[in-house]
């Protein structure tokens, strides 16, 4: 950034400047988190009490007075002494609004008196009017390459998208295999209670009802299926998938390994003829839109028939969730090296791609992480096409790396994640016990515009 001030010296009164400003969702949450101010007017979806909401603080609207002050007239080096403010008009997220000072008054003790207005240009509004009195800055400064450190709001901006598109649908129903735990069974009833799901509870009725009664929920209306053992509520989830009368399975407190061996039968199970696989759908702050990590909790170490199928299921729920499916095929480096079968995996998937075995996405390998994601990085190394940099599918080469990458995605870099089985006759949502409520939330919103999806296209 480029600075240049205006001295005392210099200064003339009818001198004015102006700056524009769109005051976003996360101008509100970082307010809120410099000031101390959770005012539930000032932040989204908080009141829940008809109230309006996303309403700008009157403070934060006058700080673009201080901008302009600060940045361009006076400019560097000017203090404030004085600010008066009236608010005529409340300002929301999503409103531009245009700040002007003008110089009244120069007095003889190095004062400057301020005419300060912020107008909102689409309809004319006066927002905020007043005066302002600073101290003109007496030396010159001309500074380029001044810079602050960016901010990333952690907020999950994707998945609070994928919610309200998943709410006006029918609601699911869910087969829930053994919500014998608080967080198990507390994601589904908060999915009920959105309207995603219509959840069946399945495994011992006395311990579901313990665990209710800890989280002080009603399961008034909700049907139990009473079923011992962790094996026989697996087996009886895919009953009701094949009855008809589930439309979804979420896993619960029990192993994976338990839940979809039944799923694997050949005579009762749950197969279609693709491999099971994995997708981590990460919301993760900052980035343009989600980011799918496959396999990080199924296929170990799978081959080239296994990762077709492994693209494949991550491209179809990426249609499903309106996104433009561009997968990278993750190696250690972008070009191929025959040392490295990951790399010559890659390399293979992508020409299966542009031969027509794989549709409906851009499939483009190997890609190193950094110029998967990164475009800076892509044109670095001098790789082109619409994936390199732009990635929105990350395809690893096995369990390790998948794991570490969803991992370090939540746990450095703040990112929920949404995590759904794919490859069986219907789409299966599996959480981990550390889940949080989003995260749990999000499986089923995800799961539910999956199952729409699949709707439409079958009809």
């Known amino acids: 950034m480029h600075l240049i001030n205006r001295t005392f010296a210099e200064l003339q009164p009818g ?29 989204p979806r908080t009141d829940g009490a008809g109230r309006p909401e996303n309403m700008a603080p009157g403070m934060l609207l006058a700080s673009q007075i201080s901008a302009v002050l600060g940045m361009l007239l006076p400019g560097a080096g000017t203090l404030y002494r004085r600010q008066v403010l009236h608010f ?23 004062l400057v008196r301020l005419e300060t207005e912020i107008t909102r240009p689409s309809d004319g509004a006066l927002m905020v009017s007043g005066e302002a009195s600073v101290v003109a800055p007496k030396e010159k400064l001309d500074r380029d390459g001044i810079e602050v450190p960016g901010l990333v709001v952690q907020r999950h901006r994707h998945f609070e998208a994928l919610l309200e598109r998943a709410k006006p ?21 908060l999915a009920a209670k959105e309207g995603i799901i219509v959840p069946i509870l399945i495994g011992r009725m006395e311990q579901i009802r313990k665990v209710a009664a800890k989280l002080s929920a009603d399961l008034s209306g909700i049907e139990i299926i009473e079923v011992a053992g962790d094996a026989a509520a697996a087996a009886a989830a895919c009953k009701l998938i094949r009855d008809g009368r589930a439309s979804t399975v979420m896993k619960g407190h029990l192993h994976t390994d338990e839940l979809l061996h039944p799923m694997l039968d050949k005579v009762n199970g749950l197969r279609v003829g693709r491999r ?28 080239l028939i296994t990762k077709v199928d492994i693209v494949q299921n991550a491209i179809d729920l990426a249609l499903a969730l309106g996104m433009e499916p561009r997968v990278g095929v993750l190696s250690a480096v972008e070009m191929v090296n025959p040392a490295i079968q990951s790399s010559i995996d890659a390399a293979l998937l992508s020409k299966m791609a542009d031969r027509g075995q794989i549709t409906g996405g851009l499939v483009e390998g190997p890609l190193a992480m950094d110029n998967a994601v990164d475009i800076g990085a892509a044109r670095t190394k001098g790789l082109k096409g619409g994936v390199a940099g732009h990635a929105n599918i990350l395809v690893v080469p096995g369990i390790d790396a998948g794991n570490m990458l969803a991992k370090q995605l939540s746990f450095i870099s703040h990112a929920e994640g949404a995590g759904l089985l794919l490859g069986a006759r219907v789409p299966v949502i599996l959480n981990s016990r550390s889940d949080s409520p989003m995260s749990r939330l999000a499986s089923c919103a995800v799961a539910a515009l999956h199952y729409a999806y699949k709707g439409q296209k079958r009809g």
């Open 15 to 43: 001198d004015t400047a102006e700056l524009r400003r769109l005051i976003t969702l996360d101008d509100l949450y970082v307010f809120a988190a410099a000031s101390g101010n959770y005012n539930p007017m000032n932040l």
């Open 88 to 110: 005529h008009e409340r300002a929301q997220a999503g409103d531009e609004l245009l700040c002007r000072v003008k110089v009244i008054e120069k007095l003889d003790d190095g």
């Open 169 to 189: 649908l029918p609601a699911v129903p869910v087969a829930v295999v053994c919500p014998h735990d608080e967080n198990s069974l507390g994601g589904a009833l």
């Open 276 to 303: 099971f696989t994995h997708v981590f759908v990460m919301d993760v702050p900052g980035r343009p839109e989600p980011v799918m990590v496959t396999d990080a909790a199924i296929n170990i170490a799978p081959d």
